[in-house]
């Protein structure tokens, strides 16, 4: 697999190509790993006021993406397939609950968080088969082919909200950091 390193705020992150011809698990796993570290690039270089900024009508901020992909990172992998999580900011109340950020939460709290949902969902990964099935929050059995697709699919379309948001705050560009 090629993968080049890149520096991401304090963290060495490494961006990687998905393989021409690799196996089914590690092509969907580097994939989903290229969207996750596009998101975490694109906060590089702000400060907590840009990061909180709310930018659309609905509140819509690079923070409270980055919080919503943790959570369902968590939700999807671990809760699935019947592993522990830490406490979750879903609200059957507010169905956006996860989107916000809370005044008494850093950004350092929001990124620690998005790295632990990816390592917990990395090990699930790791240790089980894309045929391995679990439960869904609604009830259906899914795959963890399943859960892989829908989780780049989830991925892709926020780094995409992430990249609008960002040129909105200072007019960066582009989906992975250059060489």
Same mark, same amino acid.
Not at 128 to 146: C, I, N, P
């Given at each position: 697999m090629t993968q080049r390193g890149v520096r991401c705020g304090r963290h060495m992150t490494m /961006?990687?190509?998905?393989?021409f011809t690799g196996g089914e698990k590690e092509s969907l796993h580097?994939?989903?790993?290229?969207?996750?570290? %596009?998101?975490?690039?694109?906060?590089?270089?702000?400060?907590? +006021? %840009?990061?909180?900024?709310d930018m659309t009508p609905s509140g819509t901020n690079l923070l409270g993406l980055v919080k919503h992909l943790a959570a369902? +990172?968590?939700g999807w992998?671990? +809760?699935t397939f019947g592993?522990? /999580?830490?406490?979750?900011?879903?609200d059957e109340d507010d169905e956006n609950a996860d989107l916000r950020v809370e005044q008494d939460e850093s950004t350092a709290d929001?990124? @620690?968080?998005?790295?632990?949902?990816? @390592?917990a969902a990395d090990q699930v990964i790791d240790e089980?088969?894309?045929?391995?099935?679990?439960? %869904?929050?609604?009830?259906?059995?899914?795959?963890?082919?399943?859960v892989l697709i829908h989780m780049i699919e989830e991925t892709a379309r926020h780094a995409g909200h992430v990249d609008i948001v960002r040129e909105l705050i200072d007019g960066t560009t582009g989906d992975h950091r250059p060489a």
């Open positions: /961006t990687q190509r998905v393989p580097a994939s989903l790993n290229r969207h996750r570290d %596009a998101v975490v690039w694109k906060l590089d270089g702000l400060d907590d +006021e %840009a990061l909180r900024r369902v +990172e968590y992998f671990c +809760e592993r522990p /999580t830490e406490p979750l900011p879903f929001i990124l @620690a968080f998005y790295e632990r949902a990816r @390592a089980l088969d894309v045929d391995d099935e679990g439960t %869904a929050w609604f009830g259906d059995a899914v795959s963890l082919r399943w």
